[in-house]
């Protein structure tokens, strides 16, 4: 057992004993990922009394079109016009605990679970179903276009007070304290209530009797806070060759050559904030027997609702909260946040309170994708094939979210890493030999998922080597992949090598190809000409792309890409299309004049 193997499993145990001895009172919820099933799904769907069918849909609507997608599911596996279904955002109370929005996998887990729920039901649906809703409008799109309540900020209850919580431009872990505020300002302030320190706050709460003066309540106060002295710059604290310098790798995996490294590339990747169209909002209201609802734009309700049952010691039973539409989340809103401060101060006042966030709460309390630095290097072998690489990837934390998860316990999860930092690190193609290192520092930022993790920027830093590889190997781009992909083998990280080597051979039919291909690139290197390049998606194992630039005279770059999925057909298909609909327009433009 190697060394590094060793202090794994000793520290493993350590933190198996510490979790035990404490009865795991010390852990935050975790979030669950139950696998939808048919008793669900049928679940989904009822029956309003006027004939109309309802779906509750348990994947959360944030623009990306879920509702419209199962709602036309819906619709044509019942034979009734779109009209008669109306989707409904859900309650923790309305349907079985369900699976986060996450992971971009909605309609391929619901949609056949779906169709045999709608077998069952057109058994029993009534023949007037489809008379009963002809003419109306589906209500969520209805109350998008008229500005009727879609989101959390839209709700309204009696006797309803607004607040804010001021926060310190750092993180309260970083031990910035607030020095101070003007409190004789914010008594001037028409609307203001009052002021509410709270030790589950990242600062004090303000009061209002309207939202309207929540803004005016943040300029009047003229909060003052610490700045925490040596804090670290977040990009340089994640700095790949002080890291390798230092020897410090989190997770090692596989086993290279020694020698010469004619692929030496590094790329830094900055952060990057969700900003969101919506800035997030919540409403909390107590009952009379102490349970507890919540209104709120959430993409795991379920989660939320654990996470105030255990705010507030109350059993997930006597919380509720309604799920509501969101203005963008993209894996930002997969924690609890606002919805913790609305419950707080509704507590404390005990009245009903919407806490509103604004842009600048959203960059200071929400998480972000932390930033990376990757230094990738590959060997060549006398055929021109890539015989060793390795990728050493430094970043921060994506599903061990620093915004959740204490210090203490992400510290025990670096031993496992983090899959959503390295996702996509795995690249696609076959190599004699490679290795894969990682390291996670925890930053002063927040830090979490964005729009599909770690991919993003990993394939990115893969491509980009493997552009540099074939440059070294006097090799067409395109080709060059295609032969690393002809040996790949099958595995978790790409479940079909030969659709992703068929969708790039689709995506460059008809192009230059080999010497052609090659001089275009070398012209394009000189400042003329052009090239092209080519790049292969690793999570989902489905896009390819290539990409032909065409540099002018005038110094201006012109991009023509032809982009596919792994899907048979779908490149050759997408260019027909598109023609044929051209056509049809400038067919009806003709008609028209």
């Not at 309700?301 to 705010?311: G, I, S």
């Not at 690139?521 to 989902?540: D, K, P, Y």
């Not at 982009?563 to 067919?587: D, M, T």
């Amino acid at each position: 057992m190697t060394a590094l193997r060793r202090r794994t499993l000793l520290a493993g145990s350590a933190a198996t004993v510490l979790l035990t001895a404490s009865g795991c009172s010390l852990l935050p919820p975790i979030p669950k990922r139950p696998q939808p099933t048919l008793a669900h799904a049928i679940g989904w769907l009822r029956l309003d009394d006027a004939g109309r069918v309802e779906l509750f849909c348990p994947r959360m609507e944030m623009g990306q079109g879920i509702h419209a997608a199962l709602r036309s599911l819906v619709t044509g596996e019942l034979g009734l016009p779109p009209s008669a279904v109306r989707v409904r955002h859900p309650s923790t109370a309305d349907i079985a605990p369900a699976k986060a929005t996450v992971g971009s996998d909605s309609v391929r887990e619901l949609a056949p679970l779906l169709r045999q729920a709608c077998a069952l039901l057109r058994e029993r649906l009534p023949r007037t179903a489809s008379a009963a809703a002809a003419g109306d409008a589906d209500p969520a799109l209805l109350a998008l276009v008229t500005g009727r309540p879609s989101f959390a900020a839209d709700v309204r209850l009696p006797g309803l007070r607004h607040a804010c919580v001021l926060r310190s431009p750092w993180r309260r872990e970083t031990g910035s304290m607030l020095l101070g505020l003007d409190d004789a300002a914010l008594q001037r302030v028409s609307g203001f209530l009052r002021r509410i320190d709270l030790p589950q706050l990242d600062g004090p709460a303000l009061v209002a009797d309207h939202p309207g003066a929540l803004q005016a309540l943040r300029d009047a106060a003229r909060a003052r806070w610490s700045e925490p002295p040596g804090l670290p710059d977040a990009t340089a604290a994640v700095d790949v060759d002080r890291a390798l310098a230092a020897g410090r790798l989190t997770k090692d995996h596989g086993r290279i050559d020694d020698g010469p490294w004619p692929v030496n590339l590094r790329l830094d990747m900055p952060s990057a904030a969700h900003a969101g169209l919506e800035p997030r909002c919540a409403v909390a209201r107590f009952s009379d027997d102490g349970s507890l609802e919540v209104w709120c734009g959430t993409q795991d309700p379920f989660f939320v609702r654990d996470v105030l049952a255990r705010d507030h010691g109350l059993p997930p039973e006597r919380v509720t909260v309604h799920a509501m539409r969101l203005g963008g989340a993209f894996g930002g809103r997969t924690i609890a946040t606002v919805e913790r401060e609305a419950a707080w101060v509704a507590q404390a006042i005990g009245v009903p309170v919407k806490l509103q966030w604004n842009r600048d709460d959203e960059f200071s309390g929400g998480f972000h994708r932390p930033p990376a630095s990757h230094r990738i290097r590959a060997r060549l072998d006398e055929r021109g094939r890539i015989s060793d690489w390795w990728h050493v990837l430094s970043g921060s934390h994506v599903l061990f979210t620093n915004a959740a998860v204490p210090p203490w316990m992400q510290r025990l999860t670096n031993l496992i890493g983090d899959d959503g930092t390295a996702r996509g690190q795995h690249p696609p193609y076959a190599f004699a030999r490679q290795r894969r290192s990682l390291v996670l520092t925890r930053l002063p930022i927040a830090t979490g998922p964005w729009r599909g993790l770690g991919a993003g920027p990993n394939v990115l830093a893969i491509e980009a080597a493997m552009d540099e590889a074939a440059r070294q190997a006097g090799a067409d781009p395109v080709e060059f992949r295609l032969r690393h992909l002809a040996q790949a083998p099958a595995g978790e990280h790409l479940l079909h090598p030969e659709r992703l080597a068929e969708v790039l051979r689709r995506a460059a039919a008809g192009r230059p190809r080999a010497r052609r291909g090659l001089r275009r690139l070398q012209r394009a290197q000189r400042g003329r000409g052009g090239g092209r390049g080519g790049a292969g998606g690793r999570r989902h194992p489905r896009h390819a792309a290539v990409v032909q630039p065409r540099l002018r005279r005038d110094g201006r770059c012109r991009w023509r890409a032809r982009a596919g999925r792994r899907q048979p057909g779908l490149v050759a298909r997408a260019g027909s299309q598109r023609r044929a609909a051209h056509r049809r327009r400038a067919g009806r433009r003709r008609v028209v004049r």
